[in-house]
């Protein structure tokens, strides 16, 4: 029904920046919020930042300013600007969409990830 594909991850040096993108395609109708996640070797899955409808945005305290969450709703697309990379970072970052159903019940959807690796 939803399909989401991220794209930007890569090899950077501590320090350096990259940009994520998250394009969404099929059934994107009544979209509540999209977000990013990320989960490291052997770690939980964990928030990154998220995005409403609205445009309220929501970050993880380990961020620290650090990242930025942005969309482009004529594209259906959204973005995570990282700045500041530390190896700490490396994960594997996952898309993440939420929709309603016309009954108003929400189901989430994930992207396949990409990867992010920091090198000091």
């Known amino acids: 029904q939803v399909q989401l594909v991220e794209s930007g991850g890569g090899l950077v040096q501590a320090g350096g920046s990259l940009r994520l993108s998250c394009a969404a395609s099929g059934s994107i109708f009544r979209v509540n919020a999209m977000g990013w996640y990320r989960q490291a070797p052997g770690k939980q899955r964990e928030l990154v930042a998220t995005?409403?409808?609205?445009?309220?945005?929501n970050y993880a305290d380990s961020m620290q300013g650090r990242f930025t969450i942005s969309r482009d709703n004529a594209k259906n697309t959204v973005y995570l600007q990282m700045n500041s990379l530390k190896p700490e970072d490396t994960a594997v970052y996952y898309c993440n969409l939420v929709k309603s159903d016309w009954r108003g019940r929400e189901s989430a959807y994930w992207g396949q990830g990409t990867q992010v690796t920091v090198s000091s």
């Open positions: 995005i409403t409808s609205g445009g309220s945005t």
